[in-house]
């Protein structure tokens, strides 16, 4: 079974530790307005996130593992099946095509930079926020 554990990992591995991301759920039209104008004083990051691709719980397991904001920033998350109206806003507001997965940072109430798929995994957000 070795060949399985390192392809989808070891759920029995000791000393592994789970990083926790203190995601912010995004459910809402009116939260959009709130991180406009929060960004203002501190970066804003959005992952919208597809429930039903494969390809996108790659990217979030990867950007899990991978994820260091050493500043502050508040990061939430948007299930985009749950809220597509509010995916569809996103989209709008800031100026972005949809894409999914999908990683904003917003700043001074605009997106300042966007990526999707496999981009978002290999980005260093220490760079960008």
């Known amino acids: ?3 399985f554990n390192s392809l989808f990992g ?13 995601w912010i759920p995004l459910t ?5 307005d709130d991180i406009a104008e ?5 970066t804003q990051l959005i992952f919208k996130h597809s429930t039903t691709c494969g390809i996108s719980r790659m990217v979030l397991n990867m950007f899990t593992s991978n994820y260091k904001v050493e500043k502050d920033a508040d990061i939430y998350f948007l299930d985009l ?10 989209a ?11 990683l904003l940072i917003i700043k001074n109430g605009e997106a300042t930079y966007h990526t999707s798929h496999g981009s978002i995994a290999d980005l260093d957000l220490s760079e960008l926020v």
Request: cysteine-free; aromatic content about 2%; overall charge positive.
């Open 81 to 90: 099946h749950a809220h597509r109206e509010v995916s569809n806003a996103v």
């Open 1 to 3: 079974m070795g060949i």
């Open 10 to 22: 070891n759920k029995e591995e000791k000393g592994r530790e789970e990083k926790q991301i203190p």
């Open 92 to 102: 709008s507001k800031f100026q972005v095509l949809h894409q999914s997965p999908q």
């Open 38 to 42: 929060n960004s203002k004083t501190n």
């Open 28 to 32: 809402s039209l009116e939260q959009l």
